[in-house]
């Protein structure tokens, strides 16, 4: 396929590595010389300096033969015109980021439809909803619901004494309803097989009914006496589109909110939206500002400022003070690996957030959901079995699954089962598929109506 991305911040840069792990033929558009450079430096793409809302340079670069057009420029109303102009020209689909909600939200105003729009994405918002799951399940490293709510998958970091830890899986005996799907130790991300061991501190990934994983998470993870007690407390650092947006979440759902934000404006802006927040106008780095405002006392920091070291410096100041849980939010890459290393407890990337959302779209079709895990080394799928899908028809064990990947749960009406060898899955069922990246198109060959050859 051929897509061509307008923007090569880290958002475009994110969309276009994955985009070319699918085997997409991948040009990045910017007005900026040295952003360009840099995508040519780690990507294997074609740069074109110019503006991607300009007719003339579309046609040039063969518009009308494109798959996906992406909009991803820091400018919501760039993105917008830019996503218009490549329909119209002839791109099959187009996606626009947009930062500000009234553009996503679409209460007032559709501007998807009218302008031919197939996706509006905003990592803000995406991203706040993230950052709620965590507040609502603390243990969780990454959550993600599937099947419609009926099944849940959770990344766990692993305790020094889990009854889980330093024995193979094969001789392990999780509870009905709940199999570990994948593991990163140290650097290497692997899906699980029988021969898997893990280890104390590995991130874990398990897949199951949400009240199994429930009763299960104490024997995987570290657990606090109040994480299962009524509404918690917040500080967000940061009153962006994000940190705003977040603690309006966080109001509905009655949890107690305190908002720092180093900027007067926009700290007067919160106050003003915000019904039951309390907004502080200061400096979340400082650490005498947070001892002022008694953050060690509260449940949880989020550090949303919209500065990767300014969130890492204020979660660690935070954690120092005693707050029980912190969370920040990173797009440099190089930060993400390093973060849980140094004692912030979780780091969310809005450029995976968004990729996420942009791969369902291109592989939609028989594909009904795609999440993607640990930095995008994992692919979770949902598929749709199909009567003339390989897989379907005869039992697993006898199915030439790709090593590198599994099948981690299957979903018939309102029933979810987790799947052993001799199961059979029928036309019609959901499927849930679990694969490492550079194996994630033969795990979809099998749900294809006829096989590749692949």
């Not at 880290?10 to 985009?19: D, E, F, H, P, Q």
């Not at 995406?126 to 419609?148: I, W």
């Not at 019904?275 to 780095?285: C, Q």
């Not at 299957?410 to 550079?438: F, L, Q, W």
């Amino acid at each position: 396929m051929r897509t061509i991305i307008a923007g090569a911040g880290t958002v475009g840069a994110s969309i276009a590595r994955l985009l070319m792990r699918e085997g997409h033929d991948v040009v990045i558009v910017d007005l900026q010389p040295g952003k360009l450079r840099a995508a040519e430096d780690d990507l294997d793409v074609q740069t074109i300096t110019g503006n991607a809302c300009d007719p003339a340079l579309l046609k040039s670069i063969g518009i009308e033969e494109t798959d996906l057009l992406l909009a991803v420029t820091e400018r919501d109303e760039v993105n917008l015109i830019a996503a218009f102009t490549g329909k119209s020209l002839g791109a099959a689909r187009v996606v626009a980021r947009v930062r500000s909600r009234f553009f996503y939200e679409q209460q007032h105003m559709d501007y998807r439809s009218p302008l031919g729009i197939d996706l509006l994405v905003s990592p803000e918002v995406l991203t706040a909803h993230e950052l709620a799951r965590f507040v609502a399940v603390p243990s969780a490293l990454a959550m993600a619901t599937l099947a419609r709510g009926r099944a849940q998958l959770l990344t766990l970091k692993l305790k020094e004494d889990s009854p889980y830890a330093n024995k193979p899986l094969m001789e392990l005996r999780l509870p009905k309803g709940a199999l570990i799907v994948g593991y990163r130790h140290e650097n290497e991300v692997e899906v699980a097989h029988g021969d898997s061991v893990l280890k104390p501190d590995d991130r874990v990934t398990l897949i199951g009914l949400p009240e199994v994983l429930d009763k299960l998470q104490p024997d995987f993870t570290e657990m606090h006496e109040d994480d299962l007690k009524g509404k918690a407390t917040v500080a967000i650092a940061g009153a962006g589109e994000t940190g705003l947006y977040l603690a309006e979440l966080l109001e509905r759902r009655g949890h107690r909110v305190i908002v720092l934000e180093k900027d007067r404006e926009r700290s007067e802006y919160a106050a003003e939206k915000l019904r039951r927040s309390k907004v502080f106008h200061g400096d979340a780095t400082e650490v005498n500002i947070l001892r002022e405002e008694r953050i060690g006392n509260l449940d949880y920091y989020i550090a949303a400022t919209g500065d990767d070291e300014n969130n890492v410096m204020s979660s660690l100041l935070a954690k120092e003070l005693g707050v029980k849980r912190t969370a920040c939010i990173i797009d440099r890459p190089d930060y993400a690996r390093i973060i849980e290393k140094i004692g912030i407890d979780v780091a969310i990337s809005p450029r995976f957030i968004v990729a996420n959302r942009v791969l369902a779209m291109v592989k939609r079709g028989r594909l009904r959901s795609l999440t993607i895990l640990e930095e995008g080394e994992l692919e979770v799928t949902e598929f749709q079995a199909l009567s003339k899908s390989e897989i379907v028809g005869q039992m697993l064990k006898d199915v030439k699954i790709p090593r590198g990947s599994l099948i981690g749960a299957v979903g018939n009406g309102d029933n979810i089962e987790i799947p052993r060898g001799d199961y059979v899955i029928r036309p019609g069922a959901i499927v849930i598929g679990i694969a490492k990246t550079s194996v994630a198109d033969k795990l979809d060959d099998l749900f294809a109506a006829e096989v590749t050859g692949k």
